[in-house]
């Protein structure tokens, strides 16, 4: 199964893809974990660019690079762990990009979901976990300095917590919400009841 997490930074997406790769791991199955942009060479070094504060990267070059990290991702690392069977765990995937660059940059979420599927080849999880905390919250538990991305200001996080809300709306099959207030034990409860695993 290919499990990806998504919500606001700071909502504890990659606290949680760590605790249910852990409990699968625990349990005997095998896992493979990624993280966006990342993953590979290549895509770490996209990375770097795409999260250096110092950088300033046009909407739609900043779209097309988390593309571009996501396509080497699947190519190297996704596809051939699916293929063996392994479950994937990712911290984040297709619907930050549909939630950043498509709505909060107002790239469109058609134009970027085109260029992802491109890259992809039309990939998605079988499973989303959104993460639900509001900007507010999800500001309060950042850590350090923040990246390029974190440092917007709280209007780009609204309108990115408005497009996960669509993309909740638009893929319900695939995408569960999940209430992210609580201890990392509680939530990760939530989390498995919802995937089913």
């Known amino acids: 199964m290919f499990i990806s997490f998504e919500g606001l930074d700071g909502c504890g997406k990659t606290t949680q893809a760590r605790l249910l790769a852990d409990a699968l791991e625990d349990e005997g199955q095998s896992v493979v974990r990624v993280r966006e942009p990342g993953g590979t060479p290549a895509g770490e070094r996209i990375r770097q660019l795409l999260l250096d504060p110092g950088e300033e990267i046009a909407p739609a070059a900043e779209a097309l690079l988390y593309a571009a990290a996501r396509a080497q991702l699947v190519k190297d690392v996704i596809r051939p762990a699916l293929e063996r069977g392994h479950h994937v765990v990712a911290d984040r995937f297709i619907d930050s990009s549909l939630a950043y660059q498509g709505v909060a940059r107002e790239l469109g979420v058609e134009r970027v979901m085109e260029a992802n599927s491109l890259a992809t080849g039309g990939l998605f999880p079988d499973r989303t976990v959104l993460l639900r905390l509001n900007a507010g919250q999800a500001a309060e538990r950042r850590a350090g ?53």
């Open 145 to 197: 300095e923040p990246d390029r991305i974190e440092a917007e200001g709280e209007g780009f996080h609204a309108a990115v917590a408005r497009g996960f809300d669509e993309l909740a709306g638009r893929f319900p099959d695939r995408i569960v919400e999940i209430d992210a207030q609580g201890s990392p034990a509680d939530v990760l409860q939530r989390v498995r009841a919802a995937v089913g695993l």
